[in-house]
């Protein structure tokens, strides 16, 4: 016989009290529920159910291994579920997290192609910079930019958020190509963020293993990079931005890139689950989707290990 169902059919007959009333609730007949237990305790070499003419009750070893039973076969549905759900469409409303300039510039296209292969799922958006906990928020998934704290988040790396330098071909024109980075100190800058004398903002290029620091100025800066693209294409000095962004207005003549032989700077980006989060079809299809989108370029180690695989 098959232990699992013979347990079923233990547990069910124990709950009910009788073989009769389980072999109604089962659909089989009482002789039948009689030899699942009947093999359970040849099995066990011990008696499970004390039965009488007139009633039966759990023995001692016997209301022990109930309660593992029911333990077990709730494991095993749980497992059961699990499968049938990764077979299963993705649906419902996933609440996402994500920096302002990624979700807007590269996530947002992601996502409508997301929506158009998945027809009933809906995505619920909210773009932020400030560290949000995840919880408190009712985000199912975040995408987050930097080093992570230690947390008790999963994650999983996506490629680096890289930033190069660009200007218009007009500003070059008139103001000169950088050729180092130090050079940037006579140029006009667009500088992201709210930055202070107290916290001055730094540019960082690497070349051949070495690192070099400028702290650019200028006349404009924002907390909105969509504001200092408008002032780079329309000739107004150097920007330092994404990558993913800075590409299509390069390929459109546009802006060009300066300092081409050194590299920008690159921030770490993962995505992340709150933990013990159930691993829902539409959150595991959603991440799925995310790491290959913007997958690193070569494997990279998880900063944290999830305890269900999603690829």
């Known amino acids: 016989m098959d232990r699992l169902t013979s347990m079923h059919v233990f547990v069910r007959a124990a709950e009910l009290g009788s073989f009769a009333a389980a072999a109604e609730a089962l659909g089989i007949s009482p002789q039948m529920v009689a030899k699942h237990v009947a093999w359970l305790e040849a099995r066990l070499g011990a ?113 680096p958020w890289k930033l190069i330098a660009c200007a218009s071909p007009a500003y070059l024109a008139q103001e000169g190509v950088p050729q180092t980075p130090a050079d940037l100190a006579r140029h006009a800058c667009l500088v992201y963020g709210a930055w202070s004398s107290a916290q001055p903002c730094r540019w960082r290029f690497q070349k051949a293993g070495k690192t070099e620091e400028v702290r650019p100025a200028g006349r404009f800066r924002a907390n909105d990079w969509k504001a200092l693209l408008h002032a780079a294409v329309e000739g107004y000095g150097v920007t330092l931005g994404p990558v993913d962004v800075l590409q299509a207005e390069i390929n459109a003549g546009r802006l060009v890139q300066v300092l081409p032989d050194y590299e920008g700077p690159a921030r770490p980006m993962h995505v992340l689950v709150p933990p013990g989060r159930r691993q829902t079809v539409k959150i595991r299809s959603f991440v799925n989707a995310v790491s290959e989108a913007f997958a690193p370029p070569c494997p990279v180690a998880q900063k944290k290990a999830s305890p269900l695989s999603i690829s």
């Open 47 to 159: 008696t499970l159910l004390n039965r009488t003419t007139r009633r039966q009750s759990l023995s001692d070893i016997g209301r022990s291994y109930y309660e593992r039973c029911k333990a077990v076969l709730a494991e095993a549905e749980a497992a059961d579920m699990v499968a049938l759900e990764m077979k299963a469409t993705p649906s419902g409303t996933l609440k996402v997290n994500a920096p302002v300039t990624f979700g807007a510039t590269a996530l947002a296209p992601f996502i409508t192609r997301y929506l158009r292969q998945y027809p009933d799922t809906q995505i619920d958006l909210t773009l932020s910079d400030a560290i949000i906990d995840p919880l408190e928020g009712g985000f199912e998934v975040v995408i987050r930019i930097g080093e992570l704290a230690d947390s008790s988040l999963i994650a999983w790396p996506l490629r």
